[in-house]
Each structure stands twice: as structure tokens, then as C-alpha cells.
């Protein structure tokens, strides 16, 4: 499949229906998000690793489509984009982060190991060029033993859990969602300024409400957590209820807005 | 000594506070467990003021606005209606009982319905006990099993 992918994109260059390719190369350090624009380059291309492409970084305003287009505004970039890749770039488009206008979306499959290693939820593109998406969803065994778990003893493992915070925000930093300017988990509003551990459950929680309708279950946040909290056990769960309250799942569909975010038909002042 | 509730409730400024005003003014009596706050629409109780009472002493919190169809901003109680069961579910996720936050409308001639609303909240967290939040810190130092 990798070498279909490939020479998809070679070809779109050579053609010049693309300009840019973004997608993961291999380097000597390992895979990581690069820019390819020559066929040679696109020797590197691989399609392996669990991390998802990176959009957005902080703390710069600028995500990687607005350092494209700050070089050449008409470019034509094509996303290598696996089924998380693609939710970010729905669901960060659907909330102005960035346009979709010129972007070619190169879907790609994850196979069962790659999604069951994720835990993925949805491991393909709608937009599917290359690859056969799974016909049923992975499981999440953690998540249903901790849905088991009576509260009081669910309390004392995020107790636990949570009290190994070092507060490095890397779960912020790495969340393809979390594009605030102005972050509550930093303000002391909410969160006393200081404590370390951070004061429980509000620093998490304040991530965990905010990205209620936002979070795309890539699972950044876990991986980034440098002391393997489960932060994305919460998300998930939080995720799942917004999908059976409100049918809505995000970045798996380009257009449909957040019900959170939203005036919905038979709402007042909802225009037919 | 037998344990009292502290709740503290979000009243809507146009519907809910003015049905609690009505209460008060009629001589209704409820019991004094409650802390009200008064905010302009229900639509402003964000979680996290919510979380912010419960960390700070509240064994509950209670959000009151207009009725469906009757708010003063015309759509601020259905974003209310959709976000509070998403908070509930992540209390319930973290092991913090969800019945701890209630939404309810209310209307400005509803004085004698809050009152009953307050009588029978108070007894549920009365029952309900103590919010974990704000007791002695459980002092965990090994990982409870998943
Ligand atoms: S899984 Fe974590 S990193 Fe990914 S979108 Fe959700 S909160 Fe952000
Ligand atoms: S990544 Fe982990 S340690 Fe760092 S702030 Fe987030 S939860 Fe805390
Ligand atoms: S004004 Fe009462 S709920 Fe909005």
C-alpha cells in the first residue's frame, strides 16, 4: 500500500495537480511530520507510527496550513491522511483553524494491529484513496473495566492517577484540539496558581469539559503524558456521550457544526 | 451531629431567581441549606463554575433557569439542556457522584414548586452524604486496580 501512496503522490507532482505533500517521513530519529515536494523526497514517505500528524503548534498562532499559505497562497497541498489526521483537519477547519480550500486529502486505512494498538475508534478517512477500513470498531477493554468500577473506587484510581501530574501541560501542548489562545487550565480562575500537583480533578477536568465535543480520539494527550496517566479514558467517555446524546462524533464529518455549538432545527431563532 | 447539606444553587436572574423571590416575599419556608447565586441567564453556568463550587464545600449543586421556550436570551436554556448531563457524565467518569448537580426550570410564579424542589434536593444529598471533593484527602500512594 505504501508504495500506491507514493507513487499517488509522485505522480500528482509530476503532473503539478499538487505542489506540496505533507505526511510522515522516515528519519534517522525516527518517523516524524515533513513536507515533500520532489519524487525523491517522496522515497521517505512512510505510513507507519502511531502519532498523528501535527496541525497546530503552540505557542505559535500559526498552524502548518497557514505556513504553507504564507509562502505561496495558491499552493496545492496534499494531506497523507489516516482516519485521526483527517478528524483534525475536519474538525479544526469546522472551528476556523484553518481552510480546507486547496487541500487534497490522501486517505489511508490503518489495518487492525495499527488500530488496536491505538485503541482507534475509526481508523480510516472518509475521504479513503488507499486501504480497506475495518468493518468493526476496537474495543476499549480499559474503558469497560473502568466503567465498571463503583464510584468510590473509580474516584480513588483518577486520585491516584491524577496526583502523578507533573504539570508539564504536555497533554495540552500535544492535543491536536487544544488551539485556545487564552488557556483555563493556565488562569488561576479555576486552577490555584502553584499547587503541584495541580489541584484535583480541576486541572484535568477543565481540558476533559472543554474538549467534550472536540476531542477526536487520537490519543495525543496519553501518549504525550509523560507519566502515563490514562487521560484518554476520560476524553473517550466524554466523547462517547456526546455521540449517543447528540449523534455527533468529531472530525468525522466536514460540515455538520457541534450540537454544543450550535443553534439546532426546533431550536428558537433556528433558521429553516 | 447528623450531617447538613451545603448546596449551592444558579438561579436564572429573569425566571428562577424571581420564583425564589416569590417564595420568599409569600413567607414560604424552606430549609436554609441553601447558598443562592444569581446569574443573568442559566446559560452561564459554565462546568466549571460548577467544579469550582464542589471543590470549594458544595455537597451539591443545583442550576435553575426558565423553562424550555421562555428564556430571556431565547436560546441560552438549551445550551444549558445540553451541556449539564455532558458535566453529570464527567462527575460520574471521575467517580463523583452525578446527582450531585440537578438542572431545573423554573418559572417566576413557581415560588412554591422551589420550595418543594429545595425540601426534596436537600434530602436526597442529605442521604447522598458528604461530597468526597471537599473531605481529607484519601492519601493513595499505590494504584488502585483497573
Ligand atoms: S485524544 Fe487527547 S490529544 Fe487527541 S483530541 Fe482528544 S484530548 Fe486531544
Ligand atoms: S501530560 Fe501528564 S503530567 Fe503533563 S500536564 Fe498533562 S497530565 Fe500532567
Ligand atoms: S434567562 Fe432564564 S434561562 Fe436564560
Redesign the pocket.
Known amino acids: 500500500m505504501l508504495e500506491q501512496v507514493r507513487r499517488h503522490c509522485k505522480e500528482a507532482l509530476d503532473a503539478k495537480r499538487l505542489d506540496l505533500v505533507y505526511g510522515v517521513g522516515n528519519r534517522k530519529a525516527g518517523p516524524a511530520p515533513r513536507f515533500f515536494s520532489t519524487a525523491e523526497e517522496l522515497d521517505e514517505l512512510v505510513l507507519a507510527g502511531k502519532e498523528p500528524l501535527v496541525f497546530t503548534c503552540r505557542p505559535s498562532d500559526r498552524n502548518v496550513v497557514d505556513l504553507v499559505r504564507e509562502r505561496s497562497p495558491t499552493a496545492k497541498l496534499g494531506i497523507v491522511a489516516r482516519g485521526c489526521d483527517e478528524r483534525a483537519l475536519f474538525e479544526l477547519a469546522k472551528r476556523f483553524q484553518l481552510s480546507l480550500d486547496g487541500i487534497e486529502i490522501i486517505g489511508v486505512a490503518c489495518d487492525q494491529a495499527q488500530a488496536e494498538e491505538c485503541r482507534c475508534p475509526r481508523p480510516y478517512p472518509k475521504n479513503l484513496a488507499f486501504g480497506t477500513p475495518l468493518d468493526k470498531p476496537v474495543d476499549d477493554p480499559v474503558l469497560e473495566k473502568l466503567q465498571r468500577l463503583p464510584l468510590e473506587e473509580r474516584l480513588a484510581f483518577w486520585r491516584y492517577q491524577?496526583s502523578?501530574?507533573?504539570?508539564?501541560?504536555?497533554?495540552?501542548n500535544a492535543c491536536p484540539m487544544c488551539f485556545c489562545k487564552e488557556c483555563q487550565m493556565e488562569g488561576e480562575l479555576f486552577v490555584p496558581r502553584g499547587a503541584q500537583p495541580p489541584e484535583f480533578p480541576t486541572f484535568?477536568f477543565v481540558q476533559l469539559i472543554h474538549l467534550a465535543d472536540r476531542c477526536i480520539d487520537c490519543g495525543e494527550?496519553e501518549r504525550?503524558?509523560?507519566?502515563d496517566?490514562p487521560?484518554r479514558l476520560l476524553k473517550k467517555s466524554l466523547r462517547s456521550e456526546v455521540r449517543e446524546r447528540f449523534g455527533y462524533e468529531a472530525g468525522v464529518d466536514p460540515t455538520t457544526a457541534s450540537p454544543l455549538g450550535s443553534i439546532e432545527r426546533g431550536e428558537p431563532s433556528h433558521a429553516e | 451531629m447528623s450531617f447538613e447539606p451545603r448546596i449551592v444553587a444558579f438561579l436564572c436572574n429573569w425566571c428562577s431567581y424571581t420564583g425564589a423571590d416569590l417564595a420568599g416575599t409569600a413567607r414560604m419556608r424552606y430549609p436554609p441549606n441553601v447558598v443562592i447565586i444569581r446569574v443573568m441567564c442559566s446559560g452561564r453556568v459554565s462546568p466549571l463554575l460548577v467544579m469550582s463550587a464542589l471543590k470549594q464545600g458544595a455537597d451539591a449543586v443545583l442550576i435553575c433557569g426558565c423553562h424550555i421556550g421562555d428564556c430571556h436570551y431565547t436560546t441560552g436554556n438549551w445550551q444549558t439542556e445540553k451541556r449539564i448531563p455532558l458535566l453529570r457524565k464527567a462527575l460520574e467518569m471521575l467517580g463523583i457522584d452525578p446527582r450531585r448537580v440537578r438542572l431545573e426550570w423554573v418559572s417566576a410564579s413557581e415560588g412554591a414548586r422551589f420550595v418543594e424542589l429545595i425540601e426534596e434536593y436537600v434530602a436526597e444529598i442529605r442521604q447522598l452524604g458528604p461530597n468526597p471533593l471537599t473531605g481529607a484527602q484519601d492519601a493513595r500512594t499505590s494504584p488502585p486496580s483497573l
Not at chain 1, 502523578?164 to 495540552?172: A, I
Not at chain 1, 504525550?224 to 507519566?227: G, H, I, K, T
Request: include cysteine; charge should be positive.
Open positions: 491524577l502523578k501530574c507533573v504539570k508539564c501541560y504536555g497533554c495540552r484535568h494527550c504525550a503524558c509523560p507519566m496517566i487521560l
